[in-house]
């Protein structure tokens, strides 16, 4: 089993990309948002969106859900798959190992004016400061791009249409390096 695992900011085009490469590999794709929305049914029985789930229950219950969805969507199960990480779930567990060395890491990265137009057209997240929503997205891109740069194989500009930005991210996958022992690439892409 290998995993191709997509990193990014909130509205970078993670699902929409991992969705179209995932059928290109003929893997499956998995969701990290969604399959947190599925843990939390399964504890509850409610039918609830992550961003009810967190304005709801708080960041404690969500972070107890987004630990478990990363495990499942990372590990078990055969064949190979593509994974869409929540943006900041990659800040919140590459520190203690849980994403490096579990799959091939690509960033997907995006100017900050395309991002909040993208993100606005939704609402602010319900993470996001409601007295200035945008200096503490800015604030967040900051905070977690280093992370993603330091955790990710590749970067993909993501600035373009979704089938072009899966097209390039599969072709990089597929040509990528064998493995070191430490999980980091033998050689640079």
């Known amino acids: 089993m290998v995993n191709l695992i997509l990193v990014g900011p909130k509205a970078c085009g993670k699902s929409t990309v991992g969705r179209i490469a995932a059928r290109s590999l003929g893997a499956s794709f ?6 947190l929305e599925d843990v939390h049914r399964e504890r509850t029985g409610e039918r609830k969106t992550f961003r009810e789930i967190y304005r709801e229950r708080g960041e404690e ?6 630990r478990e969805a990363l495990e499942r969507c ?3 199960g055969d064949g190979d798959r593509v994974v869409a990480l929540g943006g900041g779930t990659p800040v919140r567990f590459a520190a203690e190992g849980s994403i490096e060395g579990s799959g091939f890491i690509v960033y997907l990265d995006l100017p ?3 991002l909040w137009e993208r993100m606005s057209r939704q609402g602010p997240p319900v993470y ?3 007295a200035d929503p945008r200096a503490d997205f800015r604030r967040s891109l900051e905070e977690r791009g280093p992370v993603y740069e330091r955790i990710a194989d590749i970067r993909v500009d993501a600035d373009g249409r979704p089938e072009a930005i899966a097209a390039e991210v599969v072709a990089r996958f597929r040509a990528r390096p064998e493995k070191a022992p430490s999980g980091r690439p033998a050689e640079e892409v």
């Open 30 to 35: 998995r969701d990290s948002d969604k399959v």
């Open 128 to 130: 996001l400061d409601p």
């Open 112 to 114: 900050e004016e395309i």
């Open 61 to 66: 219950y969500f972070r107890d859900l987004e």
């Open 74 to 76: 990372l590990r078990g």
